[in-house]
């Protein structure tokens, strides 16, 4: 799960401040879950991908019938969406924008 939850980088809200819905898959290493903005209630998916010596962050805003996709499915819910959905990419060089995100843990 995020370890710091207000990401000022996010363009939701001025403050935003987000919570857990749904965690679609957790590893050691690997992260994807349904994020929530507490302040202006945008869902944002968030995934986490550790690597051996560096980790990368990734922040996609949702709408809310994508929402609720995640949200209502009992297995695994189809991301294939999200490899051209724009996102916010954070890793230890910093925060840029980028256009999609990987569509499955790396684990």
Known sequence: MPTENKKSYLDC??????????????SNHDCEALLQCKNCKTYWFYRFNEYRDDWTVWYSKLTK???????NA???PDLDFLKNKPSFMEDATGVKKVQGQPTYPKS
């Open 13 to 26: 809200c001025k403050q935003p401040d987000l919570a857990t819905i749904k965690t679609v898959y957790q």
């Open 65 to 71: 019938e994508e929402a609720e996709l995640i949200l």
């Open 74 to 76: 009992e297995e695994r």
